[in-house]
């Protein structure tokens, strides 16, 4: 059997391109879930993106607070640019449109922090995040002159804390 001819995900290692092995790493186990839906991998001068497209067995991929669809990221990262000195890149995994929901999810905290820190005048950290969701929440506010953000802790437990720039009142 050629690595042609061999089932998706099997020698990654002979991938040269890194968004081919990202893709690899989702096939095999979007397969060995037997998760229906195809997997498309697109590709930026900033990203890898791998998505599945599947919406009635994508909780599978996601997992319990998305527990499951980030391990997988992180795996398929590792995977593609495994000996790989440069050009390496953000590789994003999603399944049913998760990653859009969960950004909007997160906006939405990340604003209801600005807006109980300006009232009060305090400091408001947010629920533990990966690196991933600390850089939208951080994105989603640097343009604001009113707060600061800055993360604190250690992995799995780091927060992000939103600060008001001036008192309140």
Do not use: C, W
Request: proline letters at 4%; a negative charge.
């Amino acid at each position: 059997m050629t690595a042609a001819e061999e089932p998706p995900g099997r020698n990654f290692s002979r991938r040269e391109d890194p968004a081919a092995r990202a893709g690899a790493v989702v096939e095999a186990v979007v397969a060995a879930l037997e998760v229906g839906g195809e997997v498309r991998v697109t590709e930026t001068e900033e990203e890898i993106r791998v998505s599945v497209e599947e919406e009635d067995d994508a909780a599978l991929l996601i997992g319990k607070h998305g527990a499951t669809i980030d391990a997988l990221q992180h795996l398929a990262a590792r995977a593609a640019f495994q000996g790989v000195d440069r050009g390496r890149k953000r590789v994003v995994i999603d399944a049913g449109g998760y990653r859009e929901r969960r950004q909007g999810a997160l906006e939405r905290a990340a604003d209801q922090a600005v807006e109980e820190a300006l009232s009060f005048g305090r400091s408001v950290e947010l629920d533990p995040m990966n690196s991933f969701e600390r850089r939208i929440v951080h994105n989603h506010l640097k343009d604001r002159t009113d707060v600061d953000t800055h993360s604190e802790g250690d992995e799995p437990e780091r927060r992000l804390v939103v600060s008001p720039l001036h008192s309140a009142g």
